[in-house]
């Protein structure tokens, strides 16, 4: 499957930003999707992830109550909607894809196809 992220861009400590993930190639719905991060100088981290059909979700503690991961499957498009942004979430965002069923939706390793990443810059 391959994967396109977008929406990332400059805004103020406090503003929002949607990020989207359109998916191509094979059944969307056959895959877990999940949102990690990257900072300069760090490792990659989790953010987000949601089941194939949508009804679970789950975040990281960091960005818990301020951000929320959706899907439409009938668009084949992953959502990241951030809001009450801060500077330490400056990152390139990436989406990722999960044809597995393991129970595990934090690990990097366990995701098969990663989209090419988009900038979000976060200002003081």
């Known amino acids: 499957v391959q994967l396109q992220a977008y929406g990332g861009g400059l805004v103020q400590a406090g503003g929002s930003l949607r990020l989207s993930c359109a998916a191509s190639?094979?059944?969307?719905?056959?895959?877990?999707m999940g949102w990690f991060r990257q900072a300069p100088g760090k490792e990659r981290e989790f953010v987000a992830a949601?089941?194939?059909?949508?009804?679970?979700?789950y975040y990281a503690d960091s960005v818990k109550g301020r951000f929320t991961i959706s899907r439409d499957n009938a668009k084949n498009t992953v959502y990241l909607q951030m809001n009450s942004l801060k500077p330490e979430d400056t990152a390139v965002y990436y989406c990722?894809?999960?044809?597995?069923?393991?129970?595990?939706?934090?690990?990097?390793?366990?995701?098969?196809?990663w989209g090419q990443g988009t900038q979000v810059t976060v200002s003081s």
């Open positions: 990722a894809a999960d044809g597995s069923y393991s129970e595990n939706y934090s690990e990097a390793y366990k995701y098969d196809y």
């Open positions: 190639g094979r059944p969307f719905s056959s895959y877990k």
């Open positions: 949601i089941s194939r059909s949508g009804g679970y979700t």
